[in-house]
């Protein structure tokens, strides 16, 4: 069974940072994209950040280049998400997610993604 757990969450002033990290168990780290998306309240699911298992590239959301970077420990089956001068409007729930035999566009998370993890709350206040 895949299993995604997203943690690190929480309530941070806007300019600091949050680390936050998805551990997956029962899904092979290989030739695989994990996604890190968030929605707000009102709004729709978007796409933050993706990377590949197969060679560690990544892509982000306009929304979160040069503030998010995103890595992965394969030995962990880990992925973090290091979010750098956050934003009241980054303030959403986020999830991990997790496709087999899928691509990482340098945009961020593409396509349909199959095994999603609970969310994780980051509210961030001006």
């Known amino acids: 069974e895949v299993q995604l757990q997203a943690s690190g969450g929480g309530l941070v002033q806007a300019g600091g940072s949050l680390r936050l990290s998805c551990a997956v168990s029962?899904?092979?780290?290989?030739?695989?994209?994990i996604g890190w998306f968030r929605q707000a309240p009102g709004k729709e699911r978007e796409g933050v950040s993706c990377?590949?298992?197969?060679?560690?590239?990544?892509g982000y959301a306009d929304s979160a280049k040069g503030r998010f970077t995103i890595s992965s420990d394969n030995a962990k089956n880990t992925v973090y998400l290091q979010m750098n001068s956050l934003k009241p409007e980054d303030t959403a729930v986020y999830y991990c997610?997790?496709?087999?035999?899928?691509?990482?566009?340098?945009?961020?998370?593409?396509?349909?993604?199959?095994?999603w993890g609970r969310g994780t709350q980051v509210t961030v206040s001006s």
């Open positions: 997610a997790a496709v087999a035999y899928h691509y990482c566009s340098d945009y961020g998370p593409v396509g349909e993604y199959d095994y």
């Open positions: 029962g899904f092979a780290f290989d030739d695989d994209a």
């Open positions: 990377i590949s298992t197969t060679d560690g590239s990544a």
